[in-house]
């Protein structure tokens, strides 16, 4: 029989194993394990593990970091033959993550508890709620309090407690149990005397109790508790039950109801088994909200919309498709994890939607993730592909009518997107059509999600740096003048990066800060990765460029995690060889990514092997249509100066003709090869000598 482990984070962080506790070593290997726990079975990198352990982190730190998982790994499966891979606790991508059930963690368990507790009969839910409220040990994550990484996780399920002894005592009001709703209530308003919520039903409670003047009495209670602690005066709610009470209305009587359900009905409407709108300090007037930590009220609101939104939304109502695709959108700018997350999740979405048979669905589905997208190398090419697929499926079977020209636009602009960097694509051509619909909608959202599929599709051939800053600049008046913060943000990085190739970096620098203040300003953390990477190429492209390499190391660092593995790999192998001689400076153990067929004739030759990199040179591809055309251009030109191959310099000077009077690979705002003008010269130099083969 397979043994069961799981882990305990309601109170101090602990694992057991068959009921037996496991041996967790010291406090650091706890935060190792708690942090896992909170990221609920997502990655999280090296990087940011080292960063959570540590305020300053000490040399060898990321050592440290896999010493603590192995000593875990260990801990979790004493079993494990040695090198056999772990089950629990995982190596994946960058980091690590623990892959365990839902029902593996106390925490995750109460908050299904509590949710499932929504849907049941008052008896079954007060059951539930007792047996979930009963796995507290104290508070949650307890010997992590002090721990930014765990403030929002340990807010959001002490709020959560807190919800599961209201709709406790909500349930046992409904089942006319309100004398034994009573004394808990009484506890619960002494630790947490700003929560209307709960004075209303101990007021209730009381009341049907038969103790009218003790619900009076607490109600003056909660005005002086309010005021004195919170400087506020009594909520809607606290305020009608106090004259219901003294008016002893009807509406405050026991009335037997088969559910909890039943119950918050009633108070909905006013009548039957509760006070009219008693407890609606949950979502009326937002008076609980001050005095208190804006985590704390950010986790409140969050919980008590989703759960609204999951008793009103119907499970099987294409709302929620497109909520899902509106929660993806926003996740999607928020960082690394959101990124990744939004990406996993947005192709189900688009299959269900499909499924439905629903054309108009689909397309606003589709189109409605109008993500702003800097990068023109796919994060997951087989992904782009298959929602290429479905935006095609989906034109085709839309009606032909001008109602439905706004999501044939975004359906166009979404092939533009997907198809980036893809040479002999319909993205050009889907491009152009979703930006003259746009233009001709006069719809400002639109425009500037067809202008990011332009900008996507502009990269045809060398030399259209201009071009793109034509489109920036456009992205940045019309965002600026309609409030389209991401798309705004998005012009700057376009201008960032046309503004390097044209060699103008004062106005590079201007665009780099607003888009930096921008995103401070709006919570856009990935922005800073494509910053601190111009920065880098600022340091590559000085006249005293010996800070580069730190710089460029330091940016790296920034994408573990971020979530965006186009940008990543190989990215730091190909800076790094800009800054020295071509061939000489590739390094053969470099991590290259996508681009080894352009490094691979350089490898060679940097190692003597002359005959093999002249083959690879004839090899190698051409360099894909995107922000390292010219970049890549270069690097193949590289190459065919050291071995004389004057196929390869012909081919090179008319990639790289157009493009003259641009810094090559600066396009992309984050390394260069430098002028374009200096390459042409050495091709041409090249190309006057007589062939000696």
């Known amino acids: 029989m397979e043994q069961r482990t799981v882990f305990g984070v309601l109170g101090a962080v602990v694992a057991e194993r068959d009921g037996d506790p496991l041996a967790l070593k010291g406090p650091r290997h706890r935060a190792v394990l708690a942090r896992l726990i909170v990221a609920r079975r997502r990655v999280v990198p090296v990087a940011r593990l080292v960063d959570d352990l540590w305020e300053v982190p000490p040399p060898g730190s990321v050592g440290a970091v896999q010493t603590f998982v192995g000593a875990l790994r260990r801990a979790l499966e004493p079993e494990r033959p040695p090198r056999a891979p772990a089950r629990l606790l995982v190596t994946e991508g960058p980091g690590y993550a623990l892959r365990v059930p839902p029902d593996a963690v106390d925490a995750w368990r109460f908050e ?64 006319g149990r309100a004398a034994e709703a009573v004394p808990d209530l009484d506890a619960h308003i002494a630790e947490h005397p700003w929560r209307e919520d709960a004075w209303c039903l101990l007021g209730l409670a009381l009341y049907r109790a038969g103790r009218q003047a003790d619900a009076l009495a607490v109600l003056r209670r909660a005005r002086v508790a309010l005021a004195d602690r919170l400087g506020l005066d009594p909520g809607p709610a606290l305020r009608r039950l106090e004259a219901d009470i003294l008016a002893q209305a009807d509406g405050l009587k026991y009335s037997a109801r088969p559910a909890l359900e039943d119950e918050r009905e009633a108070r909905k409407r006013g009548s039957g088994g509760a006070a009219p709108g008693y407890g609606t300090g949950r979502g009326g007037g937002g008076e609980e909200t001050h005095g208190q930590h804006p985590d704390d009220v950010a986790a409140r609101i969050w919980t008590r919309a989703t759960a609204a939104y999951d008793r009103v939304v119907g499970t099987g109502s294409p709302a929620r498709l497109e909520s899902a695709v509106g929660l993806m959108r926003n996740l999607a700018v928020t960082g690394g994890g959101g990124l990744e997350a939004a990406r996993e999740q947005r192709m189900a979405v688009v299959a269900a939607a499909e499924e439905s ?7 606003r589905v589709i189109g409605a993730y ?149 995103a401070e300003r709006h919570e856009r953390p990935l922005v800073g990765v494509f910053t601190e990477w111009y920065r880098a190429l600022r340091l590559a492209a000085s006249p005293a460029p010996e800070e580069a390499e730190a710089a460029y190391r330091a940016a790296a660092a920034r994408l573990d995690g971020a979530g965006m593995p186009g940008l990543e790999h190989g990215l730091l192998a190909l800076a790094l060889l800009t800054l020295r001689a071509l061939p000489d400076g590739a390094d053969p153990d470099a991590d290259w990514g996508p681009y080894r067929p352009w490094a691979e004739p350089l490898i060679l030759l940097a190692t003597g092997r002359r005959k093999e990199a002249a083959v690879a040179l004839r090899a190698v591809p051409e360099p894909p249509r995107d922000l390292l055309y010219e970049a890549l251009c270069c690097l193949e030109v ?47 130099a090249a190309l006057r000598e007589p062939d000696t083969r």
């Open 638 to 684: 590289g190459a065919a100066l050291a071995l004389g191959d004057r196929a390869a310099l012909e081919r090179g000077r008319a990639r790289l003709l157009p493009a003259a009077g641009e810094l090559a690979g600066a396009g992309s705002g984050l390394l260069t090869l430098g002028p374009v003008d200096h390459w042409l010269g050495r091709i041409e």
């Open 112 to 175: 299904s508890a509590v949710g499932d507790a929504v849907k049941l009969p008052a008896e079954e839910a007060i059951g539930r709620l007792e047996e979930a409220l009963g796995w507290w040990r104290g508070p949650a994550y307890a010997e992590f309090a002090e721990e930014g990484w765990a403030r929002s996780e340990r807010s959001r399920l002490a709020e959560l407690r807190l919800q599961a002894v209201e709709r406790r005592a909500e349930a046992q009001l409904a089942l």
């Open 357 to 363: 048979g629903d054309v108009e669905l689909t397309a």
């Open 370 to 518: 109008d993500v702003p997208a800097i990068w023109t190398r796919a994060d997951d090419p087989e992904l782009a592909g298959r929602l290429v697929a479905a935006a095609e499926r989906t034109l085709a079977a839309l009606p032909g009518e001008p109602a439905y020209d706004g999501a044939r636009c975004r359906l166009l602009a979404t092939i533009a997107l997907e198809t980036r960097g893809a040479h002999g694509s319909r993205g050009p051509e889907a491009a152009r059509e979703a930006e003259e619909i746009a233009r001709r909608l006069d719809d400002p959202a639109l425009l500037a999600f067809a202008l990011n599929g332009t900008f996507m599709q502009s990269f045809t051939r060398a030399g259209l740096a201009a071009r793109r800053d034509g489109i920036g600049a456009e992205l940045v008046a019309l965002s600026a003048r309609h409030g389209l913060t991401t798309f705004e943000i998005l012009g700057r990085l376009i201008r960032v990066q046309s503004r390097c190739a044209l060699a103008d970096f004062p106005a590079a620098d201007e665009h780099a800060a607003a888009a930096d203040r921008l």
